[in-house]
């Protein structure tokens, strides 16, 4: 008899232990579940972040292409015009020194 009780308060110990472990297990759980959801929330508060920082870089990238043509055209025009200035200076000495 006395082998049955202990056998009892081993088994009634056993649940109580499964119990508490089942319990943390929830709690670990719920922890894991909210720290994924916070995650997942971070994640796309990121990927919005670098969906905007791409839009910037695609509108700099092509205001920097109109800056790099406009320059160009510019330089373009500036050489053909001193070549003008030159080609007229000296056709003038040329006239001038005749």
């Known amino acids: 008899m006395e082998a049955i009780k202990k056998k009892m308060q081993?088994?009634?110990?056993?649940?109580?232990?499964?119990?508490d472990r089942a319990e943390q297990a929830e709690?670990?759980?719920?922890?894991?579940e909210d720290k994924c959801?916070?995650?997942e929330e971070e994640l796309l508060d990121l990927q919005k972040k670098m969906k905007q920082t791409e839009d910037e870089l695609?509108?700099?990238s092509e205001g920097l292409k109109d800056a790099q043509e406009k320059l160009e055209l510019s330089e373009k025009k500036a050489a053909d015009q001193g070549r003008d200035i030159l080609l007229h200076k000296w056709?003038?000495?040329?006239r001038c020194c005749k």
Not at 10 to 19: F, G, Q, S, T, W
């Open 58 to 60: 695609d509108k700099f």
């Open 37 to 39: 959801k916070q995650l």
């Open 27 to 32: 709690t670990d759980k719920k922890a894991a």
């Open 10 to 19: 081993m088994l009634k110990l056993d649940k109580e232990n499964a119990i």
């Open 91 to 94: 056709s003038l000495e040329t």
